[in-house]
Nanobody, 127 residues
Framework: QVQLVESGGGSVQAGGSLRLSCAASGYTYSRYRMAWFRQAPGKEREGVAA????????YYADSMKGRFTISQDNAKNTLYLQMNSLKPEDTAMYFC????????????????????WGQGTQVTVSS
């Protein structure tokens, strides 16, 4: 049974940093594609960053480039999201997601391309 458990969220002031973690279990980590998504109140869920775990190739939403970094520790089956220079508009619930099916990178930030989801971790950025 695939399980994804996020942690590391919290409250931070604008300009601060947080590192989110997603502990994965129940499957062969390196055979899955993984990503971070976020959803702010009243808004649709949006893709933040994705990683192809076997190759390490990463992809980012344009608005996150330069501030957010997705990474992984294959030995620990853990996905990370380093978030720097946080802004109030980054306030959202952040989710990690995984899927075993290879897809072209142009759709790797499409939420409908992910079968498994964690419960999320809240990030609140105050001005």
């Amino acid at each position: 049974q695939v399980q994804l458990v996020e942690s590391g969220g919290g409250s931070v002031q604008a300009g601060g940093s947080l590192r989110l973690s997603c502990a994965a279990s129940g499957y062969t980590y390196s055979r899955y594609r993984m990503a971070w998504f976020r959803q702010a109140p009243g808004k649709e869920r949006e893709g933040v960053a994705a990683i192809y775990t076997s190759s390490g190739s990463t992809y980012y939403a344009d608005s996150m480039k330069g501030r957010f970094t997705i990474s992984q520790d294959n030995a620990k089956n853990t996905l990370y999201l380093q978030m720097n220079s946080l802004k109030p508009e980054d306030t959202a619930m952040y989710f990690c997601a995984a899927d075993p099916v290879w897809i072209d990178s142009w759709s790797c930030l499409d939420e409908y391309k992910y079968r498994y989801w964690g419960q999320g971790t809240q990030v609140t950025v105050s001005s």
